[in-house]
């Protein structure tokens, strides 16, 4: 018995160790109905997602909302968004309702859409920022006007099993739960309103449920010393090793390479690590008081373009960011005593879109930091991060053994030729 209660405590402590995230505690997505009018078979609503992940977001081709109905309802129509199937409406004569399924599976509406199928924060294809990001983007909505249901709070029965893929898996959401109803201003902000019934439910995201393997890898060098330490080797799984392209030259001749798939498997560039998206990190200059770090992005999937891309590092020294160049950059504090996180993001029509493998699918910045004279040091790795994220997914660090050293006879000009020649050398490995 005893040996029972054990297992089972460890499952539940698993299930909700991997759904949650350290460096962002409160992160998850909660989307709310909100029923606006009766109509004489159901109801009209307004349903909301809003993405409070500080640096996860729902990029292309965007979000798919499922659900099952309690009772027999049905879809009479919907703007802002669609379901992906009608099912069987044999039995309605005249009036066709929009779908029929027990379960339905809805998702956005592309942008350019005719007005008259708009609403407020929808047709954006699905994708949403993230809230750390841009919170007036990491919002989607649309209206749903539901028949065969109940026509009052107490007959209406709320959906269930909830399901959102955002686009691929990785959320698991909880059941509905009934909450105060919304309130709503005014356009003159002079009187409110509220919904006539409220119910959310909320969904959270785990890295173990959406991947087998890591997404993404990271690289180290220095000014320091000459070894580079590469991505370890296999760190995205070596599944598709076969299928990968060895070379852009052979790229030329296959047809139709950078055509996204339904099922959107990647088409790498061939490399010892095998993940789609490797970042690398350089300890470029040191100078007295300041020391300054290049970091680049390079994405090796031929068949995907990363959209509102995030990076996200751990280190002890971003409490003193002085500068970001090239990109954007915000502190994240989810635990208030301490500083040592923050989140990278492109700015904005210049090097927001992270763009497929080859010439162009990389980025690049650099970030001076400020010393911290009583801590700084070079020494045992402390010039490299302790965590680093890509899109919301952890990214996989070389051993620490292996982080460049700092050697005894190293130079303290940051403008010797050691420097020089590392920083070429970085320069090419963007390509590489």
Not at 210 to 217: D, E, G, R, T, V
Not at 243 to 257: A, E, P, R, T
Not at 279 to 307: G, P, Q
Request: include cysteine.
């Amino acid at each position: 018995m005893r040996f029972t209660l054990k297992v089972l405590f460890f499952l539940l402590f698993v299930s909700y160790a991997v759904a949650y995230d350290p460096l962002d505690p409160n992160g998850n997505v909660t989307i709310k109905w909100d029923i606006m009018s009766w109509t004489p078979d159901g109801y009209v609503a307004m349903v909301t997602m809003n993405n409070f992940q500080m640096y996860r977001h729902i990029m292309s081709p965007g979000w798919t909302l499922g659900w099952t109905w309690a009772k027999k309802e049905v879809i009479w129509s919907m703007m802002g968004a669609q379901t992906t199937e009608q099912g069987d409406c044999s039995k309605f004569k005249g009036n066709i309702p929009h779908c029929c399924k027990k379960n339905p599976t809805v998702v956005d509406l592309l942008p350019g859409v005719p007005y008259n199928q708009q609403i407020q924060n929808c047709c954006k294809g699905g994708v949403v920022a993230s809230w750390g990001q841009d919170p007036s983007a990491s919002v989607s909505a649309f209206q749903v006007s539901v028949g065969l249901a109940g026509t009052s709070n107490k007959t209406v029965k709320l959906p269930k099993n909830f399901t959102l893929l955002g686009p691929g898996p990785g959320y698991t959401c909880g059941p509905a739960k009934i909450v105060p109803p919304t309130n709503f201003l005014t356009s003159d902000r002079r009187r409110k309103t509220q919904a006539l019934m409220t119910w959310n439910v909320t969904c959270t995201y785990s890295q173990f449920l959406a991947q087998k393997h890591p997404s993404c890898c990271v690289s180290f060098s220095s000014f320091y010393n000459d070894t580079i330490t590469t991505c370890p080797s296999c760190a995205c799984g070596c599944e598709n090793k076969k299928k990968c392209i060895k070379s852009d030259s052979k790229l030329l001749s296959v047809v139709g390479v950078n055509t996204p798939r339904k099922d959107n498997a990647p088409l790498l560039l061939c490399t010892h690590h095998m993940c789609p998206v490797r970042v690398h990190w350089h300890v470029k200059l040191n100078y007295k008081d300041y020391w300054r770090v290049k970091i680049a992005i390079t994405n090796f999937n031929y068949r995907m373009n990363y959209t509102l891309w995030t990076l996200v590092a751990q280190h002890p020294n971003l409490n003193n960011v002085t500068e970001v160049f090239s990109f954007g950059y915000k502190p994240l504090v989810p635990y208030q005593a301490i500083n040592d996180t923050g989140m990278f993001y492109g700015t904005k029509f210049y090097n927001d879109l992270l763009m497929e493998a080859g010439p162009f699918g990389n980025v690049q910045s650099e970030v001076l930091l400020q010393k911290d004279k009583n801590t700084f040091t070079f020494k045992q790795g402390w010039a490299f991060p302790r965590k680093v994220y890509f899109n919301g997914d952890e990214c996989m660090l070389p051993p620490p053994d292996e982080y460049p050293f700092l050697p005894s006879s190293a130079r303290r000009n940051p403008f010797g030729f050691s420097t020089i020649l590392y920083s070429v050398l970085f320069f090419l490995i963007g390509f590489w």
